[in-house]
């Protein structure tokens, strides 16, 4: 069984559409994480989950919601969206949310914003 | 400023041994990682090294040197599957966790 899944793998969207990308980990960890990945650019962490409270929101647009109903799964909401927003987006969980965890990653969702 | 800094790209030949190398400046140090990523996959973890000298993996080794800032990642033996992104990255004195913008390494033949 795959650790950490997301759901879409790509996916294409007009700047007036609204979205969702799910995140599923079956490794019974604490903490959750949301990446964007843009070529040539180190990964930009976006938002922390532990234990199903948001501890990090690093300074994200308003047109990214994230939602962590529990501590398996999270999701992130996007809605008028700029072509600027075209990356990789990456889950990830964690044990306990501490810096020094190791990540186990999903696959990411490619994100094409026209 | 933090900041990481990584070969952009590298290029090796199957059966050599490759270096990548890392050196931060960070607001201080509490461990250093390296995650290897296919194309087109999720990064998955190779190695943590918070204290001064060389881990040894199998095939992969991690060297650390926290007074020159300095890490690497040593490939032996290398396989056309070992072609894939290599990022490195640090966690700061505020436990926060600062990436690179990752090695593209290409094996050649």
């Known amino acids: 069984e795959t650790g950490v899944t997301q759901t879409p793998r790509h996916l294409v969207m007009g700047m007036t559409n609204k979205k969702s990308l799910k995140c599923e980990q079956h490794?019974?960890?604490?903490?959750m994480y949301w990446y964007k990945q843009s070529a040539k650019k180190p990964l930009e962490l976006m938002f922390v989950?532990?234990?199903?409270?948001?501890?990090e929101n690093n300074s994200v647009p308003s047109r990214f919601s994230p939602e962590c109903p529990n501590s398996s799964h999270l999701f992130l909401h996007l809605h008028t969206l700029q072509p600027e927003d075209s990356a990789l987006y990456l889950c990830?969980?964690?044990?306990?949310?501490?810096?020094?965890?190791?990540?186990?990653f999903g696959p990411g969702t490619r994100l094409t914003v026209l | 400023g933090q900041n990481i800094d990584q070969p952009t790209e590298m290029t090796a030949t199957e059966g050599a041994i490759v270096q990548i190398n890392c050196t931060y400046q960070?607001?201080?140090?509490?461990?250093l990682f390296w995650y290897q990523q296919h194309a087109g996959e999720a990064p998955t973890f190779l190695s943590y090294?918070?204290l001064d000298g060389l881990e040894e993996k199998g095939r992969f080794s991690s060297f650390l040197s926290r007074s020159k800032g300095y890490s690497y990642l040593l490939l032996k033996e290398l396989q056309m599957k070992d072609s894939a992104s290599y990022l490195c990255?640090?966690?700061?004195?505020?436990?926060?966790?600062?990436w690179g913008a990752g090695t593209k390494l290409i094996i050649k033949p």
């Open positions: 960070t607001s201080g140090f509490n461990g």
């Open positions: 990255a640090v966690v700061d004195s505020n436990y926060q966790l600062i």
């Open positions: 490794l019974g960890h604490n903490a």
């Open positions: 989950y532990n234990f199903k409270e948001q501890t």
């Open positions: 990830a969980s964690s044990e306990t949310g501490g810096a020094t965890d190791t990540q186990y």
């Open positions: 090294n918070v």
